[in-house]
T-cell receptor, first 114, second 114 residues
Framework: AQSVSQHNHHVILSEAASLELGCNYSYGGTVNLFWYVQYPGQHLQLLLKYFSGDPLVKGIKGFEAEFIKSKFSFNLRKPSVQWSDTAEYFCAVKKWSGGNQFYFGTGTSLTVIP | DTEVTQTPKHLVMGMTNKKSLKCEQHMGHRAMYWYKQKAKKPPELMFVYSYEKLSINESVPSRFSPECPNSSLLNLHLHALQPEDSALYLC?????????????FGSGTRLTVV
């Protein structure tokens, strides 16, 4: 079955630690890739997106993600996390064909300890 | 205006009540979406409207009835809901539902069915 996988369900880090959250998808063909963040009690906000071109994408708040086509991956990274990064992170994939809906991953809950 | 506005923010309703959730955007977006999100879970697509026409219904029970009166408004009419329907209901919009679109999400309506 086609899917979006986020293998890290819950990540706990100390402030200033480096972060990498995994995202793998299994759709064939051309896709657009997104990372969304949901802070406690708030709505989903777009962190960054990949459509084409440079596979290393920089987003807001110091986040970046790398699209590796051969691995069907779009991992999210941040070199030094802050307490305010505590949130739920969702990877999403949008296919170029067969409808216009997002497919969300199951999410990764990040807790940053001061 | 770069927001998607949802009202009400919180709603408590009995199983015999009829209520409506409202969503509004003034970004000129022509695709609008309803998602349902349970705690710590990814959003699940319910309905997609494209150019004010229902284009996707993800086999949602008929107790949920969407309506798109115009290109800026999207409603979700609720009737005879069950306690398991309690969730955060998210509205989103995108430019025209095309492959390159990102979504803008509203803050959601937190629904509790008693």
């Amino acid at each position: 079955a086609q899917s979006v996988s986020q293998h890290n369900h819950h990540v706990i880090l100390s402030e200033a630690a480096s972060l990498e959250l995994g995202c793998n998808y299994s759709y064939g063909g051309t896709v657009n890739l997104f990372w969304y963040v949901q802070y406690p009690g708030q709505h989903l906000q777009l962190l960054l997106k990949y459509f084409s071109g440079d596979p290393l994408v920089k987003g807001i708040k110091g986040f970046e993600a790398e699209f590796i086509k051969s691995k069907f991956s779009f991992n999210l990274r941040k070199p030094s996390v802050q307490w305010s990064d505590t949130a739920e992170y969702f990877c999403a994939v949008k296919k170029w064909s067969g409808g216009n809906q997002f497919y969300f991953g199951t999410g990764t809950s990040l807790t940053v300890i001061p | 205006d770069t927001e998607v506005t949802q009202t009400p923010k919180h709603l408590v309703m009995g199983m015999t009540n009829k209520k409506s959730l409202k969503c509004e955007q003034h970004m000129g977006h022509r695709a609008m979406y309803w998602y349902k999100q349970k705690a710590k879970k990814p959003p699940e697509l319910m309905f997609v409207y494209s150019y004010e026409k229902l284009s996707i219904n993800e086999s949602v029970p008929s107790r949920f009835s969407p309506e798109c009166p115009n290109s800026s408004l999207l409603n979700l009419h609720l009737h005879a809901l069950q306690p398991e329907d309690s969730a955060l209901y998210l509205c989103a919009s995108s430019q025209d539902g095309g492959a390159g679109d990102g979504y803008t999400f509203g803050s959601g309506t937190r629904l509790t069915v008693v």
